[in-house]
């Protein structure tokens, strides 16, 4: 670390996985520490899919069921849109943030050398709030048609802000009765 970024280990405050040990014979041996931190952080991750999966079978499972005794309504749709929402916020972590954080991981355990902007992983990470929200607006239909209502009302209270002048061009007073009948018959 101080070779590359001329910084001292023990004045930065650091979670270091270290894949190997060098030993007094220029040997490596691998830190089982180190493997062992990681093979947590993957089952912590693996179990959190898990029951993610398992709530969206049980989910589904649910949802067919009382779909079968009903019609379809209003609310059955709003059942299966809730559970398209639960698959897609399942598939976005593990795409955005696990399967990237997979490389970083096991990379020093095959002694590969590279080195890259740790920002990248940061984005990731910043990104995954703003796209779960936007998976349930892009989804269940009721988040998105009050999203659409809340951004046009926003809009007309904007446009009657800035006191958008009137399409009508102003006259004199005195052919308004004419400007009034040519208005009417253009209506």
């Known amino acids: 670390m101080f070779e590359k970024y001329q910084v001292d280990s023990n004045d930065a405050p650091l979670f270091v996985l270290l894949a190997y040990e060098e ?3 220029n040997t490596k041996v691998v830190r089982f520490r180190s493997l062992i ?3 947590a952080d993957m089952g912590n991750m693996t179990l959190q899919n898990a029951i993610m999966l398992t709530c969206a079978f049980l989910m589904y499972k649910t949802i067919t069921n009382d779909l079968k005794k009903t019609t379809l309504t209003a609310h059955s749709q709003v059942h299966k849109q809730f559970f398209k929402a639960l698959l ?9 943030v696990h399967l990237p954080a997979i490389p970083l991981f096991f990379t020093p355990f095959f002694d590969l050398k590279f ?3 740790t920002r990248v992983v940061i984005y990731f990470f910043s990104v995954y709030p703003l796209l779960d929200t936007l998976i ?14 809340i951004i046009a009302n926003r ?3 904007v446009v009657s802000v800035l006191n958008v002048p009137s399409v009508a061009p ?4 005195s052919n ?4 009034t009948r040519v208005a009417e018959s253009i209506l």
């Open 136 to 149: 349930l607006f892009i989804v269940v239909s009721e988040y998105k048609h009050a999203v659409w209502k």
């Open 115 to 117: 080195s890259f902007r």
């Open 176 to 179: 308004t009765a004419h400007n």
């Open 88 to 96: 897609y916020q399942l598939a976005a972590p593990s795409l955005v």
């Open 23 to 25: 030993r007094e014979n």
């Open 170 to 173: 102003s006259t004199p007073r």
């Open 37 to 39: 931190c990681i093979l």
């Open 155 to 157: 809009a007309a209270q």
